[in-house]
């Protein structure tokens, strides 16, 4: 191969090229010429030194020694010429020119090795053109030296070469056929499913269709649904993430049965739906199962009904917030329904229920400020109906009181002793009286009914607006009993004023 | 001193041409030799390539031949520089050229002028006279013509200097232009810079 390059001649010399050194020389030699009288005599002197000139000025001659040493097929001495002119020249264009032919003349001494078989040189200059058409001649030369390599039974050889098809030149022609060949080594001779695995990827994802990839599949079906167990059983101990990584993966080729792959992938996501649902992570599980539909479409049914089940988890506990008066939480959780099922009629129904019961309120409220103006002006009447009003529309406690009190402030004015006396009589379902029959009773035994004497009930105005004493008296020859308590006819209370009416009335 | 000369500028030009290297097939073949360390880098050269490679034809179509301003400067010097927009040059070339020949042309014109006047002279004295006068006046006359034969060359010379310089400029314009423009049309669309 050597005699390939041996047409090198020479490089370049260092002529002096500028103008001062060549004007310098020419005028020495005119200067003489003239002087010698050899100027007129000479003509063909103007003709040398005005070639002489041209042929130095001119940068662009070294380009063109390059060009002419390439239409001669002297592509050594070409690239040298184009080597010196890209180190030195100025004008770029032509510097990538030269780059260009510089390529194209490497790419001939490859030719030139090739036809000599002479593969490690072919592969430098293959490098050294450095252009498709040379990857195109280099993965040539790698994929025969890997088929001879292998044919020869060195096998780390030939996977070098075969590596460097694919690491050098992956959109080689040959591609196909050597990831598929790396396919057939890793799963008949080493052993090694996972690389045949990584190789069929990469020839499905390059090619797929392609007459290698077709052949490949069958081999890879028992490797794929042995990685689909493999998922099952990651998703059952709950590594689902990695569970889904190795599903997915499967998905995309067509190596495995896609339909079981999507069923597995949208069972793992409902399991994980389960999980954030027992976890009261409502949005997560909503998230899962809409993984799950767009996962297996046919799970939609299933999942939708599911979807509802949670939507309505939701509205319970916005029921929960609304039963407790909190609008804000309540309304949060309703339209978090929303967020799952968009317009879920359960959860419109239920933020118009409580927006009924805002306003309710709020009317409510209304009405009981009415009605305590109307209670000030003593218009217990007008007031007691609005009041009743507004526990029809919000029964609170303190409207419910309200109503009380003004129901017993009528009966006080109407008539307060009798009003005080009923408020006695009815006390604890006639407590006071009951007790007070016994000690009566009681002292029956002890004294004759004439050494009793009994003051029956005495209702006395007591101090304070709508306040009267209740008062007994029991006497005997030895005993007394007066007892004694003050009536509050506004809400009805009693309280003992002595401590014979305390004990009487506990 | 013509022959000194002469053989020195030979000498000079014909060492340079002959020097002889020693080939070595391995440092010439050296995949590395480019500074491509891997495949990564010889990619990044050839992608860089590629797309110099489309700037040429933009190139092609402003660039300048040189012979064409060879040929304009050789017929009127200063044109070709005139071409390059060098027009400093071109006005001292195209100057100093008219003046030379101009001087030239008188000397001539008296050399002739005395020439016809040794020619019509019937005494001794007169024909060595304007003998002499003629040859004096016709060597003044070589010598600028010799000067401007000079300039005349060295106006050819850097025209060719010029042309290249200009084309130099205008690739390096076309480059810029090309890696600073905001919208690029590239094999895989549009890129568009902010």
């Known amino acids: 191969m050597p005699t390939i390059c041996k047409t090198i001649a020479f490089r370049r010399g260092a002529f002096p090229q500028h103008p001062i050194f060549l004007t310098l020389a020419l005028l020495i030699l005119l200067a003489t010429a003239v002087r010698r009288g050899a100027f007129p005599q000479r003509p063909s002197f103007l003709t040398l030194a005005l070639l002489i000139l041209l042929a130095t000025a001119c940068e662009m001659n070294q380009y063109r020694r390059g060009e002419e040493m390439y239409r001669q097929r002297s592509f050594a001495a070409a690239i040298e010429e184009f080597d010196a002119y890209i180190e030195t020249g100025n004008n770029g264009a032509l510097r990538t020119r030269a780059e260009l032919l510089r390529s194209a003349s490497y790419r001939e001494l490859a030719l030139m090795a090739i036809q000599r078989q002479s593969w490690q040189l072919a592969i430098r200059f293959g490098k050294l053109a450095n252009s498709e058409s040379a990857d195109t001649l280099l993965a040539n030369v790698y994929k025969l030296l890997a088929d001879n390599s292998l044919e020869a039974g060195k096998l780390s050889e030939g996977q070098f070469y075969m590596n460097l098809v694919l690491e050098e030149i992956p959109r080689s022609r040959h591609t196909p056929a050597i990831l598929f060949r790396r396919i057939n080594l890793a799963m008949t001779i080493l052993g090694d499913w996972n690389a045949a695995w990584l190789d069929y990827k990469k020839l499905y994802d390059l090619y797929p269709g392609n007459e290698y990839e077709v052949q490949a599949k069958p081999w890879l079906v028992s490797y794929s649904n042995n990685r689909i167990e493999y998922a099952k059983t990651l998703a059952e101990t709950g590594f689902f993430r990695d569970a889904l990584t190795i599903l997915f993966e499967m998905a995309r080729y067509p190596v495995a049965d896609k339909d079981k792959v999507h069923r597995l992938i949208s069972d793992i996501y409902q399991t994980q739906a389960e999980i954030a649902i027992a976890e009261e992570n409502y949005l997560e599980a909503d998230r899962y199962f809409r993984l799950a539909v767009s996962a297996y479409p046919e799970n939609t049914l299933i999942i939708d009904t599911r979807l509802s089940q949670i939507a309505g988890l939701f509205i319970a506990k916005g029921n929960e917030y609304l039963a407790l008066y909190d609008f804000t939480n309540a309304r949060i959780h309703y339209h978090k329904a929303f967020d799952i099922i968009p317009d879920f009629p359960a959860a419109k129904d239920a933020i118009s229920r409580m927006e009924t019961v805002q306003a309710n309120i709020q009317q409510a409220e209304n009405l009981a400020v009415q009605a305590n103006k109307l209670d000030v002006q003593k218009k217990y009447a007008e007031a007691l109906l609005l009041y009743r009003e507004a526990i029809q529309l919000h029964n609170k406690a303190e409207y419910r009181q309200k109503v009380a009190e003004i129901q017993n402030l009528m009966e006080a004015e109407r008539n307060p002793t009798a009003f005080a006396q009923r408020i006695v009589n009815d006390y604890r379902n006639g407590l006071l009286n009951t007790r007070i029959n016994n000690v009566k009773r009681n002292l029956l035994v002890m004294y004759k009914p004439n050494e009793i004497r009994d003051s029956g009930w005495k209702i006395m105005l007591s101090t304070g607006q709508y306040k009267y004493e209740a008062r007994y008296d029991i006497l005997t020859p030895r005993e007394t009993y007066f007892y004694l308590w003050q009536i509050n006819l506004r809400d009805r209370s009693i309280v003992p004023l002595n401590k014979i009416s305390e004990a009487l009335m506990q | ?194």
């Open chain 2, 1 to 194: 001193m013509f022959k000194a000369s002469f053989i020195l500028l030979l000498l000079t030009t014909g060492a340079t041409l002959t020097a002889q290297q020693t080939f070595d097939i391995n440092r010439f073949s050296d995949p590395a030799k480019y500074g491509w360390q891997d495949w990564f880098d010889r990619i990044n050269y050839r992608n860089d390539l590629i797309e110099r490679q489309k700037l040429l034809q933009l190139y092609e179509n402003n660039a300048q031949s040189v012979n064409l301003n060879v040929g304009k400067s050789a017929l009127i010097p200063g044109w070709g520089q005139y071409s390059t927009g060098d027009y400093t040059k071109g006005h001292i070339f195209l100057g100093t050229e008219l003046v030379l020949i101009g001087i030239s042309a008188y000397y001539y014109d008296r050399a002739m002028y005395n020439y016809q006047k040794y020619l019509d002279a019937t005494q001794v004295l007169e024909i060595e006279n304007f003998y002499k006068k003629a040859q004096g006046d016709y060597q003044f006359t070589l010598i600028f013509v010799g000067l401007a034969s000079l300039v005349w060359l060295f106006n050819v010379y850097d025209v060719v200097h010029s042309t290249e310089a200009f084309n130099a400029d205008l690739w390096q314009r076309v480059h810029n232009d090309y890696y600073k423009a905001p919208l690029k049309l590239t094999p895989t669309g549009i890129e568009i810079r902010f």
